[in-house]
């Protein structure tokens, strides 16, 4: 009762994120989170933050429109260091309501985040690795982002080692949907050493290596090589299934075994495996289009199965043109009833200037002594892929040699195949790195503050070509 009260500095702080940057934008106030921990990505989705329910005036006035990742970001660290223990890591839960704790993942699993407001997420050229989905509904690093009425957008940010999988609903590594969204300079891959089973993305509805469904999307210089599955809808090496997008400067890339498809050699169905596999329509790249998409500039190197497939596209629909793309992959039906295309299954769209790999689709019937090359499109438009603005890139050694261009206009590429390394394609300039033997539309650009572009550099495997080809890289 003697003395003074002391009172310490008063100071804002936040458990929530690694830092909140707040500015002001024509009178209104707007936050940048600053994302250096998994659970600062996570604390995104309101579900699990509860951010939409607080009740003071600086979380009314946080309005959080940006996120910036600072750092690289791995779930197995994230879980090790929950726990301290790797022994007990995969106990980790994420719990999604803090009114009903029934409402959580199963352990050791990432919680897709599904923010309902728009945000633009940079990821500043950092990864994000190791991820683990078991989920119902839309699932990948982000379950669904943006609506008819709100815009997101993603950039430069690479996935490592995502392992996604949906009892129901959409399914990619980047977003099982996305919608009036814009995705660029985002590359999903995994390592060397990683199982199949860690890099495979599956789903009963739409599936694809970087988004599962998007409509009216913008996805610009992006690129994925993991496995993609879905048991009960379409699926694409890139997306699954895209409306009324834009997709640009992309690539998809497959999966080869002493540089062959295993499922062009494989004795038996069992011993098939694909790159995109799909119970309705597959395609390297994308599964499907609706509405007015444009895809310009992309390539596949994936193999395909399912029941309309393509190695470009499983089907181009009226209103969808397609301009400047290729395909190398192995394309094959899952059943006789089924339609196959080496550029793609089912077509009724524009293309133009598009080519395809035709030899990797060879069709022998041993009985006649025969030897038939997969058409270009499977069925619908026309016939002949040349009049549907389809040709083969290698009909002859000087079409080929003109496609592929001289070794100084090749790319580095990081295969899978110790073999695509080592006995088909080295780079002019390392005994020890390979270089991608096709063109590749995407272009880094020369200025050094410019964020390194992912899909300037091709992840995954490509088919070797015939002996007959004459390869300018041999002379």
């Not at 009216?216 to 599955?229: G, L, Q, R």
């Not at 470009?312 to 969808?320: M, R």
């Not at 389809?390 to 496609?403: K, M």
Request: proline share 3%.
């Amino acid at each position: 009762k003697l003395t003074n009260i002391a009172y310490s500095a008063q100071k804002k702080t936040n458990s929530l994120f690694g830092d909140i940057i707040s500015s002001e934008s024509e009178g209104v106030s707007e936050s940048t989170a600053i994302i250096r921990n998994i659970r600062h990505l996570e604390n995104l989705d309101e579900k699990i933050s509860n951010l939409d329910n607080y009740e003071s005036a600086a979380s009314q006035e946080l309005n959080i429109v940006k996120a910036e990742q600072q750092t690289d970001l791995d779930w197995d660290v994230f879980c090790e260091e929950v726990h301290k223990s790797s022994e007990t890591s995969d106990d980790v839960v994420i719990y999604y309501s803090v009114l009903n704790s029934d409402l959580k993942t199963e352990k050791g699993t990432f919680m897709p985040v599904s923010p309902s407001y728009g945000i633009d997420y940079d990821g500043r050229g950092h990864s994000v690795s190791n991820i683990a989905v078991k989920n119902s509904g839309d699932s990948g690093l982000f379950g669904s982002l943006g609506s008819t009425e709100i815009s997101c957008s993603i950039s430069d940010l690479e996935l490592i080692n995502f392992s996604i999988s949906s009892e129901s609903g959409d399914a990619g590594a980047l977003a099982g949907s996305l919608e009036n969204t814009m995705v660029s300079n985002v590359l999903v891959r995994h390592t060397d050493d990683s199982d199949p089973d860690d890099c495979t993305i599956s789903a009963s509805g739409s599936v694809g290596g970087l988004v599962g469904s998007a409509g009216n999307a913008d996805i610009s210089e992006c690129a994925a090589s993991v496995y993609v599955k879905s048991t009960a809808g379409d699926a694409g090496g890139l997306v699954g299934e895209a409306d009324g997008c834009s997709i640009s400067g992309c690539y998809s890339g497959g999966h080869t075994e002493d540089g062959q498809y295993p499922a062009a050699v494989a004795e038996t169905a069992a011993d098939k495996t694909f790159d995109v596999t799909a119970d309705g329509n597959g395609g390297g790249l994308v599964g499907t289009t609706s509405g007015s998409t444009t895809i310009s500039e992309c390539y596949s190197t994936c193999s395909v199965t399912g029941g309309t497939v393509g190695g470009f596209a499983g089907t181009i629909s009226s209103g969808t043109k397609v301009e400047k793309c290729y395909s190398t992959g192995w394309v094959e039906a899952a059943s006789d009833s089924g339609k196959e295309g080496a550029f793609a299954g089912s077509f009724s769209g524009s293309v133009e200037n598009c080519l395809y790999y035709e030899i990797i689709n060879e069709r022998v019937d041993k009985d006649a002594g025969t030897v038939e090359y997969l058409s270009a499109v499977g069925e619908g438009g026309e016939e002949d892929g040349s009049k549907a603005g389809i040709s083969p890139l290698d009909e002859d050694a000087g079409t080929y040699n003109t496609f592929c261009g001289k070794p100084d206009k090749w790319r580095d590429a990081a295969p899978y195949d110790e073999e695509a390394l080592k006995k088909y394609y080295t780079s002019p300039t390392s005994s020890d790195k390979a270089a991608y033997p096709y063109p590749q539309y995407c272009e880094q650009s020369t200025d050094e503050d410019a964020p390194v572009l992912f899909a300037a550099t091709h992840y995954g495997d490509w088919p070797a070509p015939e002996i007959w080809v004459i390869n300018e890289s041999a002379s």
